[in-house]
């Protein structure tokens, strides 16, 4: 066989599925009973500063057992991951994505009280082994969610914006560009309807795909910039029935111009 060609099976070859741990029926002496139906100990310590809050995102991987049958139930292997709210989290996982800190590998002995029910064999455990990755705070409502302030530009159109922080490039994307960004959106009410920020990685998309406040907004900034948008119902989704109604307010970066 083609040597490259046999490099690209390999690589496209699926992780294998991990094995059920040595101490999955019976937590090692130096595990911590936190109570409440779990016990956890570090395997690998973490690099990072700060625990997770039920506020926050957790950006995760994962691998689930059921004991004492040593079922695979579920799992997320490199480099994959996932972002969750840690406060929607079953019990027995928030518990533990909460005494840990960013680059920290740990193994948790659940007890089927402990939201497991139905998941293990009545009286058995889920045995957890997590990896946080990053712990990704959500954007705080602007002070300015309201209206725009006096400082904000208004444009012909009634677009109102406000320059957070200067770009290092020079060119303006068309409206014919696409673009990758990192944007959080609220309601003037404050809510949170949407944000790349709390899923953990940029987006990407086609200026012409959005609404026509995001297409005139961003053709106003250059790379790295970043600008508060206050975009009336008319300029975003005109009152169509389950999306976000009235002025939107959002919080955009521009990444980079395709």
Do not use: C
């Amino acid at each position: 066989m083609n040597v490259l060609l046999l490099a690209v099976l390999l690589a496209a070859t699926p992780p294998a599925k991990p094995t059920p741990p040595p101490d999955l029926n019976t937590p090692p002496a130096d595990a911590l009973n936190v109570g409440n139906g779990l016990i956890t100990k570090v395997i690998t310590p973490g690099n990072g500063n700060g625990l997770p809050s039920d506020d926050d995102i957790a950006k995760i991987r994962y691998t689930l057992w059921s004991s004492p049958d040593g079922k695979l139930l579920d799992y997320i292997a490199p480099p994959q991951w996932v972002v969750a709210p840690v406060g929607k989290l079953m019990i027995g996982l928030k518990q533990t994505v909460t005494l840990m800190h960013p680059g920290e590998h740990r193994r948790s002995w659940i007890d089927e009280r402990v939201g497991a029910r139905g998941k293990v064999p009545p009286g058995g455990m889920l045995v957890a082994d997590v990896d946080l990755i990053e712990i990704i705070h959500p954007p705080s409502k602007p002070i300015d969610v309201a209206r725009p302030p006096a400082e904000a530009t208004v444009a012909k159109s009634g677009l109102a914006y406000k320059i957070l922080r200067k770009g290092t490039g020079t060119r303006h994307p068309k409206s014919s560009d696409t673009v990758v960004v990192h944007y959080s959106g609220w309601q003037t009410t404050g809510y949170l309807f949407d944000s790349s920020v709390t899923r953990g990685e940029p987006a990407e998309f086609s200026l012409r795909d959005v609404i026509e406040g995001w297409r005139e907004g961003l053709q106003l900034l250059t790379e790295g910039e970043k600008a508060r948008l206050w975009i009336p119902e008319n300029l975003a989704y005109k009152g169509q029935e389950g999306r976000p109604r009235g002025m939107l307010v959002f919080d955009v970066e521009l990444i980079k111009i395709k």
